[in-house]
């Protein structure tokens, strides 16, 4: 279940990550349905799963979309967290087995996920080893993924909170 993630120049999927309070979830709102189409591909999109958040993964491409799923605030830590220094990009994963699957969730790593929440900044960071060095692509508006070499390590989440 080895899965490599690399990384490319691209502009983010425009749209807007929210957290909404009451669902105690991420959703992503595109800006525009027809970029999405043209990333997605004919076979459409599964999720690759960190705990319960899901990265949102075009089948025919592997290119990583956007998170979405529960993940209940309540659950966080509290935490002092500066957003590090982002490369706008395209993430692309390629799974050794299973094969990426419409619909079929993959496991992103068998870890346990930290969470971390600065209520200064709204920033949230899901991550797997805080000590590892880290290189960020955001690939949507407001979410960045953490790579270290092939393998990803964190999410950084700035979403707009909603009742």
């Known amino acids: 279940m080895a899965h490599k993630f690399t990384a490319e120049a691209a502009n983010p999927l425009a749209g807007t990550l929210r957290y909404s ?12 349905f027809d970029e999405l189409a043209g990333l997605v591909g004919e076979r459409g999109s599964t ?7 899901q990265l949102e993964v075009a089948v025919d491409t592997g290119c990583a979309l956007y998170v979405w799923g529960y993940l209940p605030k ?4 509290r935490a002092d967290l500066k957003l590090p220094s982002s490369v706008s990009g395209r993430v692309t994963v390629e799974l050794d087995d299973p094969p990426l699957e419409e619909g079929i969730s993959v496991s ?3 870890s346990n996920w930290e969470v971390l929440f600065d209520e200064g900044s709204g920033l949230v960071q899901v991550v ?17 993924l953490g790579l270290s ?15």
Do not use: C, Y
């Open 74 to 77: 309540e659950s966080w830590r």
């Open 47 to 53: 999720s690759l799963v960190a705990d319960t958040l």
């Open 128 to 144: 797997r080893d805080r000590k590892i060095l880290e290189e960020l692509v955001e690939i949507a508006d407001g979410v960045h």
């Open 149 to 163: 070499g092939t393998r990803m390590n964190s999410f950084w989440l700035s979403p707009e909170f909603v009742k």
């Open 108 to 110: 992103i790593a068998r």
């Open 21 to 32: 309070e009451s669902d105690r979830g991420f959703n992503f709102q595109l800006r525009n």
